[in-house]
């Protein structure tokens, strides 16, 4: 995502069209404000800081966020006046109560819902958390424990991002 087009002299540059992502809406940067998601280089990222300054040639939005699967820093600038995604993004605590036989978690939601579709695979492979969150499941697997697993779900993935004794 970035700003582009030219301008002449005097005229407001053209700002480029933002297709309009699947799970998303559409935002001015310049509303986007801090703690709130949007999309930065095809990941949905948590806002950490949102800026906007006056330029010579237009206001200018700078979004620097977390990604919220990875938890890697990413920033973009864009035009203020141009759209950004805006990710709809779910964060769910479920109780793990066992694996089955295929490896998927059997997990229970706060409403006594249940589900087994994720597994390992589907922990978020975020450099400071991937292992201890694995570990810890595996951990809670061996010792029949019924650890507390938070699932984040945004723009058709869900992924596994923590897990609690």
Request: proline share 2%; charged share 30%; aromatic share 4%.
């Amino acid at each position: 995502m970035g700003c582009g087009g030219s301008k002449a002299a005097g005229e407001e540059a053209a700002v480029p069209e933002v297709t309009k992502l699947d799970g998303c809406e559409l935002k001015k940067a310049s509303a986007v404000a801090d703690g709130e998601y949007t999309v930065i280089d095809d990941a949905a990222c948590k806002i950490t800081s949102a800026k906007t300054i006056p330029t010579q040639k237009g206001d200018v939005t700078y979004l620097k966020g977390e990604d919220v699967f990875t938890g890697g820093l990413k920033i973009v600038k864009v035009a203020a006046n141009s759209n950004v995604n805006v990710p709809e993004v779910t964060t769910t605590s479920y109780t793990m109560n066992d694996a089955d036989e295929e490896g998927m978690y059997v997990l229970v939601g706060e409403d006594g819902t249940e589900r087994n579709e994720l597994g390992s695979d589907d922990v978020a492979d975020r450099a400071d958390k991937a292992d201890d969150v694995k570990l810890k499941i595996s951990k809670a697997l061996l010792e029949d424990a019924k650890p507390k697993l938070i699932v984040v779900k945004t723009m058709g993935v869900e992924k596994i991002v923590s897990c609690s004794m």
